[in-house]
């Protein structure tokens, strides 16, 4: 496995991990709160793996609409990169 495909699946790992974490408050408070589950940690494995599965399974459809229409490819030449660039850093 090459060093960049290494780095994507951490970061993968990582946001599947931080958004089963934030948003387990949101998706299993009323549970724990109603004393259904007793243990708040015995659903932060689920909720992860769950989260991560879902980037997994339904991530494309995100991946597929990201930049779309934001930029025309015939505004994408270097000189006109290299001014947006320069402008933007001062």
Sequence with gaps: MDML???MVISGLFL????GSHYKGSTMGMVYG??????????TIPIALL???GAIVESRN???????????EEDMT????RLAIEKEAG
Aim: aromatic share 6%; hydrophobic share 40%.
């Design 62 to 72: 995100g991946v597929a609409s990201v930049g779309t229409g934001i930029n025309r």
């Design 5 to 7: 495909t290494r780095a």
């Design 78 to 81: 270097l000189p006109r990169v």
């Design 34 to 43: 109603s004393g259904i589950i007793k243990s708040p940690t015995s659903t």
């Design 51 to 53: 989260a991560f599965l």
């Design 16 to 19: 599947g991990w931080t958004i």
